[in-house]
Every structure is written in structure tokens, then in C-alpha cells.
């Protein structure tokens, strides 16, 4: 098990000024920021982030609203990051998400769900790899 794991804050949480509540609400549940940007990915970047979805029927609205705006990326680390970060956002749906977590805070629907986080250690290194070389990260 790694103690690390990956997040975005997405261009709707960036558009309507969430990014520092968010990221304070990280920080206070015991993360510990290992590597951080701002950025914004373009169509072809946002497809091949999201390309184990390309078959979906929803790939083409996700990676056009993935490069819709600027978005951070960040690697995370704490004991069991990756099922603690996954607890901390809620569920995809904000409907769904239980109170108190980024997603019912934040979250506009569940297309627009202010953040992402990896689901599993491997995803974790995959993903924090595609945002940042080793010499970018502390």
C-alpha cells in the first residue's frame, strides 16, 4: 500500500474561487502536500489523462470540460492516502456525498464534481507521474 495519492481540483471548483478551501481542507484532515501546480490541460492532454474512458459515452463532455479551465494538480501523503482522500471527497455525486466532504461542499453536479482522486495506489503513481517528474516532487 503507498501513502500517497493524486488529486485535481477541477476547473469548476477553480472558476467559483474554492481552491484554498479546498486545499485547507485537505491540509486540516492530515495530507501532506508532496507536489503542487496550477495548469490547464488541453483537449489532447485532458485525453490522455482520461483515456481509460474513451470508449465511455461520456469521454468526449469530461476531457472538453477538463480543459475548460485552469485546474491544480496535486500528490498527496498520508497513511492509507488513497482510501482516506477517497472518504474525504464523498461521493461522485454530491447528491450522494456525505455531509462535511469536499464534494457536497463544493461540487456543482456530478459532471462538475470539484476534484478528482485516484482509486487506487497503481492509479495514484500513474497519475501523479503524468503531472510531475520525480525532481518536482518533495
Known amino acids: 500500500m503507498s501513502n500517497r495519492t493524486f488529486t485535481m481540483i477541477k476547473p469548476d471548483a477553480m472558476a467559483d474561487g474554492h481552491a484554498g478551501a479546498i486545499l485547507d481542507q485537505i491540509i486540516k484532515n492530515g495530507f501532506r502536500v508532496v507536489a503542487l501546480k496550477q495548469t490547464r490541460l488541453s483537449l489532447e492532454k485532458a485525453g490522455d489523462f ?36 477517497r472518504a474525504l471527497i464523498g461521493a461522485t455525486n454530491p447528491a450522494n456525498a456525505e455531509e462535511g466532504t469536499i464534494r457536497k461542499r463544493f461540487a456543482r453536479s456530478v459532471g462538475e464534481n470539484a476534484v478528482h482522486g485516484s482509486d487506487s495506489d497503481e492509479n495514484a503513481l500513474i497519475e501523479g507521474s503524468f503531472f510531475f517528474s520525480g525532481l518536482e516532487q518533495f
Open 50 to 85: 482520461y483515456a481509460v474512458h474513451a470508449a465511455r459515452p461520456f469521454f468526449g463532455e469530461l476531457t472538453a470540460f477538463m480543459s475548460s479551465g485552469t485546474i491544480i494538480a496535486a500528490i498527496l501523503e498520508k497513511e492509507n492516502a488513497v482510501a482516506d482522500f
